[in-house]
Structures are given as structure tokens and as C-alpha cells.
């Protein structure tokens, strides 16, 4: 494989540049720069009897690197024109090429240093803006997933390899029933995988995001409070009723989760068919909101929607009336904000390791298996072949799970996300 390098920070003038070097070939192209090949420590970087720069280099024998290849980094001074420098050296050596997007990282996972879903535990961590995706994503970086996979495979191959036993022996006295050893590994799996399944929803949510849809009637004060909560005029307040007419969102941190909140049209029988429009736009993202903040006019007011489970209810300008908060004096805006993160943190304290579409699919698919061959030891057990195939079906979901089999076409797609460096 070719040598490759790249720029691993972030470009423009910063207290220190990383240029990484992987491959057989990285020992070399440090010998152009320093002697000897093993160099470390601090060291001055000359190339055709000039100086570069002094640099902390750093050297990675394989298959102790990231990449599972020889690494070495150069820990350079910040500046653009050191770096180009260096890179510009760097192109002219034989065998080297500038690294392709997430190219380390791909080299990675072929030489078995992190399988897939580390690569996009990877991926997340560093896309992470609140303290629960950086908690989510270092989890799955760490090989939670794996680890979960490896050991449910282990299960299956030893009840496959029971159910096969039996096929090769079918003619002779086999003085142990294996069936029972086979359901109970069959349903100790099947469990796990369901339970693994079930909490995908909530670390969904933690990666993309939670929606808190501020609902109620006109002029309940929904824009002042998203103004209070984003502590900027995100949206536009007036005294007059019907004044938002589309859907106005906000990103936040709230208490370490991602928060979108949403401020939607005021709830009623529009007078104008723009203003329809904006109610039923309200009513849709409403529904499909995490949480709705119902605001009330009043105490005992109607709500304007019916609360589901874990909605929040509140009385809005408490600086008027007997309420619950103001959004223009602050009052009580820390409680109810409370109430909302309790509510979130309730619902992501669900989440389990499996946080991308892919991997629910190889969940669901490999429970779908068992099912079958569950069903199948029950009700034809003459039929030990069928279940010893949906065993193995179920094995190759797992294996999809970290990228063992049957991921080719998804690797261009997850590795064009990652930066030049990574």
C-alpha cells in the first residue's frame, strides 16, 4: 500500500500542526527531514540543506499505531507557511501521496485495529457538541458494540455447533439432549438483541438531536420564551396574535443533551389561509416532537392539545398573573427548563451502544433469524438443517454489525465523512 500523508488539525495559524505519515515507507520519509529513521523528541526538520522548522516528532513501529501501519507525526509550529512547506516536501518523496478522506482511518479498520462501528463511534466523537453524544460516541469508539456482537456471536456458533452435531450423528445414539443448552442460548441472545434494539431510539435521539415543540394559543408568549431560552431575538415577538406563521427552530445544550426547540404558529381557527397553513405546519412538527411544551393562558386553562406522556405543561407570564414562569423577568424559567431536562435525561438513560440505522437493521435481521429457527426446534426438530441456517444467517447480521461481511458498499459512503487527516 502507498505511503500516505496529510494535514491530522485543523487548518490556519494555531499553536501546533500535526502532519501524520503512515505506511512502510513513513520511517524513510523522516530520514529525509532528521537522522537517524527512529528519531524523537524534539528535532530540527532540514530538507535540501534547509531549515523547516524544529519539531516534536513522534514514531509508531507497527503494528502499534493507529492505523496499524509505521506512523510517525510531526508536531509542528503553527504556522500555514510551515505547514505547506512541509507538505510540499513531503509530495515530492517517492511513494508518497497525500491521504484521501478518512483514508487513516479506512487503513484502520482493514489492518483490524477498530472494526466498524468503532469507525463510526470514531466519526461521532468527533462530530460530539454536548456531553452526552461525547459520552454516546466514546462508548462506541471504545468497542462497546463489538464487544456486545462478539459475544452474542459466540453463543450462536456454540448452539450452531450443537444443532450441527446432532445432524452428523443423526444415525446413532446421542446420549445427550442438546436441545435445551440450544434454546436457552437462542434466548439469552434474542433478548439482549431486542432490549440492544429497543433503546435505539434514545441514542438516535442523542446523536441527532431531541425536538421540544413550544405549543399553545396566540400570544401565550412561545417566541419571548425561545428568545429567553436561545438568550437572543431568534424570534420575532409582538402583541399581535398569529405573528409566527412558520415553524422558527433553535440548537442547544441543555444540560449536556442537544436540544432543538421549535416555536410554532399559535393553536386556533385561522382567519387567513397563510395563517391556516402556519397552525397546521404547527400541529404536524408538534406531533413528531420528543416533547411538547404546552403553554397555558391560565391556570386550569385547556390545553390546546391533548398532553402525551412526558409532555410538560405550563403556565406562562407569571410577571402578569399566578403562573409558572416568565419568560421576560426569568422567573421560574430555571425550574421548567429542569423539568424538561428531567424528562430527556429519563428517555436517553434508555439508550444503549447500537446508534446508527444500520446497526438496528442487523439487529432486527439477526432476531428475525432466531425467531424462525426457535420456531423450527420447537415444531420440526427433524428438521435440524433449516435451524442450523438461520443460526448462520443470524451469525452474518452480527458480523455485518462490525463490518466483518457484507458492509463493501457502505465504506465510501461512512469514510467521505471523515476530514483529510483522519
Do not use: Y
Amino acid at each position: 500500500m502507498d505511503t500516505i500523508f496529510a494535514l491530522a488539525s485543523a487548518r490556519g495559524k494555531s499553536g501546533v500542526a500535526v502532519v501524520r505519515i503512515s505506511g512502510s515507507g513513513a520511517q524513510k520519509a523522516l530520514g529525509e527531514f532528521c537522522s537517524p529513521v527512529d528519531s524523537r523528541g524534539l528535532r530540527k526538520l532540514i530538507f535540501n540543506g534547509s531549515l523547516l522548522d524544529e519539531a516534536l516528532v513522534l514514531n509508531f513501529p507497527a503494528p502499534n499505531s493507529f492505523t496499524g501501519e509505521n506512523v510517525v507525526e510531526l508536531h509542528l509550529h503553527g504556522s500555514p507557511a510551515i505547514v505547506n512547506v512541509v507538505l510540499t516536501c513531503l509530495s515530492g518523496m517517492e511513494g508518497l501521496r497525500l491521504a484521501e478522506a478518512g483514508e487513516f482511518t479506512r487503513r484502520a479498520l482493514e489492518n483490524e485495529r477498530l472494526d466498524l462501528a468503532q469507525v463510526e463511534g470514531l466519526s461521532d466523537l468527533i462530530e460530539a457538541e454536548t456531553e452526552a453524544q461525547r459520552r454516546q460516541a466514546v462508548s462506541v469508539f471504545s468497542g462497546a458494540l463489538g464487544e456486545k456482537a462478539d459475544r452474542w456471536r459466540t453463543k450462536l456458533v456454540r448452539a450452531a455447533a450443537l444443532i450441527e452435531a446432532t445432524i452428523d450423528f443423526a444415525d446413532e445414539d446421542v446420549p445427550i439432549d442438546v436441545t435445551p443448552e440450544v434454546n436457552a442460548l437462542l434466548q439469552v441472545v434474542s433478548a439482549e438483541l431486542v432490549q440492544e434494539a429497543t433503546g435505539f431510539g434514545a441514542a438516535e435521539r442523542i446523536r441527532d438531536g431531541f425536538e421540544v415543540a413550544i405549543v399553545g394559543p396566540p400570544n401565550v408568549g412561545k417566541s419571548t420564551l425561545l428568545n429567553a431560552l436561545a438568550g437572543r431575538k431568534a424570534a420575532l415577538t409582538s402583541s399581535v396574535a398569529g405573528t409566527t406563521r412558520d415553524v422558527i427552530e433553535v440548537r442547544m445544550d441543555l444540560k449536556g443533551l442537544p436540544v432543538t426547540f421549535l416555536d410554532t404558529a399559535g393553536l386556533r381557527d385561522a382567519s387567513d389561509d397563510i395563517e391556516r397553513l402556519g397552525v397546521e405546519l404547527a400541529r404536524e412538527r408538534a406531533e413528531k416532537a420528543d416533547v411538547r411544551l404546552i403553554l397555558l393562558e391560565a391556570a386550569g386553562a385547556k390545553p390546546v392539545l391533548t398532553p402525551h406522556q412526558g409532555d410538560v405543561v405550563a403556565v406562562s407570564k407569571r410577571d402578569l398573573h399566578d403562573g409558572d414562569f416568565s419568560a421576560m423577568t426569568g422567573a421560574g424559567l430555571d425550574s421548567l427548563v429542569d423539568k424538561i431536562a428531567s424528562e430527556l435525561e429519563t428517555r436517553a438513560s434508555l439508550a444503549g451502544v447500537a446508534i446508527r440505522d444500520r446497526h438496528r437493521i442487523s439487529m432486527e435481521r439477526a432476531v428475525t433469524s432466531l425467531g424462525i429457527a426457535q420456531d423450527q426446534l420447537r415444531t420440526s426438530p427433524e428438521l435440524a438443517e433449516l435451524s442450523a441456517e438461520e443460526l448462520r444467517s443470524a451469525i452474518r447480521a452480527l458480523d455485518a454489525l462490525v463490518g466483518r461481511v457484507d458492509v463493501e458498499n457502505l465504506l465510501d459512503e461512512i469514510f467521505s465523512s471523515f476530514c483529510i487527516g483522519k
